[in-house]
Each structure stands twice: as C-alpha cells, then as structure tokens.
C-alpha cells in the first residue's frame, strides 16, 4: 500500500509531563506505520530543528529502536558519551539494554530521520538522567508516585 506521506497527521512535541516536555517541544512526527495499518512495529518520519531534543535520554524493556537519518545532522547521547551522525548513518537501539540515548540537533538546520521500534503494548522505560519512569501507558516518578 502506497502511503500519502503529505496526507498524515504532524505530531508536535511529546507526551511528557511537565516539566520535561519542553526539551522536544518542536519536534514533529508523522506516523508512516499506522498510515499503513502495521501493528508489530511502528514506523515515524520526524523533523528536529536546531536545539531540539528527540526525547529524554531512555531506554527501553521490551521495545527494539532503530534510527536512519535521512538529512542534516545529529548528537546521539549515550552512556558512552557523544557521537555525531551525519545523513545516511542509523543506530540501533536493543530492547532491555540499560544504556539511555537520544539525539540532540546541535547544528543550524533540521534534521529528519526515520524511527523503527517495536510497538510493545506493556512498555517499560527509564530515564536515567530526570525523574522519569514509563510504564503501562502512564508516567511515573521514580519513587513510585505517578504524575
């Protein structure tokens, strides 16, 4: 099925609570996968202009990444520290491999990439860097405590 790429919804930010949406606050995404109806893996076309985040620094337990950057250049952030991805590169992200990342678009000019992941309907996640916990559809702090 050919997808109408122009015709997809634009996403703009994220669904972080407060205070910690604003890191991502101008990213958008258009869902390519569910414009093709797939439901094992979703599939994303997103624009990060300059000084935007692609999320908190996370890591998933049940839910594989993959990253293919289609233009312009990004920092990708791990425990390892940074490293710089330039159009044609990607990065791969194992499920249940505690070692946060994300993108940050340092340069002067969007960057647009795909994003892969499995679409796990009991996802966990941790962000190593804020008080951030994801589970089971809803945000937690880390003590527990829901947002």
Do not use: Q
Not at 87 to 114: E, M, Q, W
């Amino acid at each position: 099925m050919k997808i109408d790429v122009d015709k997809l919804a634009v996403r703009t930010g994220s669904g972080y609570p407060e205070p910690f949406r604003r890191n991502a606050l101008t990213r958008t995404k258009k869902r390519l996968g569910d414009g093709a109806g797939l439901t094992d893996f979703g599939v994303n076309l997103t624009r990060l202009p300059p000084g935007e985040w692609s999320s908190a620094r996370h890591w998933h337990v049940l839910e594989d990444e993959f990253v293919y950057l289609i233009e312009g250049e990004l920092t990708l952030i791990t425990d390892e520290g940074e490293v710089i991805l330039k159009a044609g590169d990607c990065a791969g992200f194992p499920k249940n491999t505690p070692n946060g990342h994300h993108f940050i678009n340092r340069s002067a000019r969007d960057a647009v990439y795909l994003e892969v992941g499995t679409r796990s309907h009991n996802e966990e996640a941790f962000y190593p860097d804020i008080d951030l916990h994801f589970k089971d559809g809803r945000w937690f702090h880390k003590d527990g405590s829901a947002y």
